[in-house]
């Protein structure tokens, strides 16, 4: 299986910028998307972003698109969310997985999960 833990969720002010990353171990196939989700308290977990480990290929939300970028590092095995113009609305825990279904933006197709880690935009 893959183990994937986030990291570089933090406190932000509304308009910065942030970085989270996704760091992966174990086994990765090609064609198979790494997905970022993201989870307000109170509120189910939702479709972010994803990108192919493989090819790169990418997809955000509708709603995010122009302020949210997926990437990968395939030397350093970490995925990677820039968040940019940051609103009090991103305030959620992010989550990555893997899904074996390309680009995938349902739930249900992801399998494996980290952690999350804590995104907080202050107004």
């Known amino acids: 299986q893959v183990q994937l833990l986030e990291s570089g969720g933090g406190l932000v002010q509304a308009g910065e910028s942030l970085r989270v990353s996704c760091a992966a171990s174990?086994?990765?196939?090609?064609?198979?998307?790494m997905g970022w989700f993201r989870q307000a308290q109170g509120k189910e977990r939702e479709f972010v972003a994803a990108?192919?480990?493989?090819?790169?290929?990418?997809y955000v939300a509708d709603s995010l698109k122009g302020r949210f970028t997926v990437s990968r590092d395939k030397v350093e095995n970490t995925v990677y969310l820039q968040m940019h113009s940051l609103k009090p609305e991103d305030t959620a825990v992010y989550y990555c997985?893997?899904?074996?279904?390309?680009?995938?933006?349902?739930?249900?197709?992801?399998?494996?999960w980290g952690q999350g880690t804590q995104v907080t935009v202050s107004s």
């Open positions: 997985g893997t899904s074996a279904s390309i680009l995938s933006r349902r739930l249900e197709n992801y399998n494996y």
């Open positions: 174990g086994r990765t196939f090609s064609g198979y998307t």
């Open positions: 990108i192919t480990w493989s090819g790169g290929s990418t």
